[in-house]
């Protein structure tokens, strides 16, 4: 089974671990800007960028958070506040989460936050992380995921959260909840959500070997709703978004929210047991250890 998921992939192994395949590297920009013309309004902050078109109430909500849109407590706050602008305009109906980052949907949990930190970050970085979660997976309005391109672990489990996700079927990209591949475990709410998308069975096995799939592979086992060419997956998205909108809002949000709600219930029951448990675990010398580890081979990866 692994044999078929790192078909045609470029791995790079580190112990029991393996970095996601892909060649490309990367500058760090940031920029800050704020723009609105009459019926769109876009607004840009440092990592996340958010068109919203009033004629069609479709939100595109951009990462760009270079070099791989990894999720640092400032990414996610910035994504918290766009998201819950959103929830509350009333010209938005939905919103499509995508990348700016060429191959890259996002890297994951940025690892520079759970690594040589105090336990007062980790735990505030846990809570954001169980903040974005929340928000998506409760979200009333309807969300797309336009994943143009890899998307491990946390980006993964962000994706998981969205109504429906549309693949770029570049062979190169991965997708999974890759975490044992780091030799840590993933928290029962990220399993939760990989078993409500994908059945148990196939969550079994998927988190045991901390499977990355193919965008194909990913299709087959109803990880990703489709795979399309790159250039077709935002306007896949809006067709597809325009789809969900013919549903009367009400209707699809009472649904989806009664059919979430046993899952976000329940991290809400243990959160607070959750983030100890997550500082307690990421400040063990032997997991601070391994991800420095895995951080030096990320970087040494570089030609
Ligand atoms: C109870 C306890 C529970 C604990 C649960 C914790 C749950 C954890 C969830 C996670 O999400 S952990 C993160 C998992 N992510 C990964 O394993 C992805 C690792 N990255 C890659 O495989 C590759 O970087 C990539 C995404 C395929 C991109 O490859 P590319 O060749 O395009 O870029 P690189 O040269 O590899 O990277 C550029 C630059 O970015 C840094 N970086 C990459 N990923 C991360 C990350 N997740 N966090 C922080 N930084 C990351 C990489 O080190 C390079 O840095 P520089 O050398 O440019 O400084």
């Given at each position: 089974m692994a044999a078929v998921l790192r078909r045609g992939a470029k791995f790079i192994s580190f112990g029991s671990s393996q970095l996601l395949p892909g060649g490309c590297k990367h500058g760090r920009t940031s920029t800050l800007s704020f723009f609105s013309s009459s019926n769109r309004n876009s607004s840009s902050s440092s990592k996340i960028k958010v068109d919203l078109d009033g004629s069609t109430g479709i939100a595109v909500v951009k990462f760009q958070s270079?070099?791989?849109?990894?999720?640092s407590l400032d990414f996610l706050t910035e994504l918290s506040i766009s998201l819950e602008k959103l929830e509350l305009?009333?010209?938005?109906?939905g919103v499509i989460l995508t990348s700016?980052?060429?191959?890259?949907?996002s890297a994951g949990l940025d690892i520079l936050d759970m690594y040589g930190k105090n336990p007062e970050h980790y735990a505030e970085f846990w809570k954001s992380v169980q903040d974005i979660w929340l928000k998506l997976y409760s979200y009333s309005k309807i969300t797309i995921a336009g994943i143009n391109g890899s998307c491990p672990a946390g980006g993964c489990l962000m994706a998981m959260t969205c109504d429906y996700r549309i693949m770029a079927d570049d062979p190169r990209y991965r997708i999974g909840l890759n975490e044992t591949q780091l030799g840590i475990v993933a928290p029962f709410w990220f399993m939760d959500t990989i078993v409500n998308t994908v059945g148990h069975r196939t969550a079994e096995l998927s988190l045991q070997f901390g499977l990355m799939y193919s965008p194909s592979d990913a299709l087959k086992i109803g990880l990703v709703d489709q795979v399309v060419p790159e250039e077709k997956v935002l306007s896949t998205a809006t067709e597809t978004m325009t789809q969900f909108m013919a549903i009367p809002d009400h209707a699809r949000e009472i649904s989806k929210s009664m059919l979430r709600k046993p899952t976000v219930d329940r991290l809400l029951a243990f959160r607070d047991a959750d983030t100890k448990n997550f500082v307690s675990f990421i400040s063990k010398d032997s997991i601070q250890k391994s991800l420095g580890m895995y951080l030096t081979m990320l970087k040494q990866r570089k030609v």
């Open positions: 270079p070099p791989v849109n990894s999720m305009d009333k010209s938005c109906r700016g980052q060429p191959k890259i949907f």
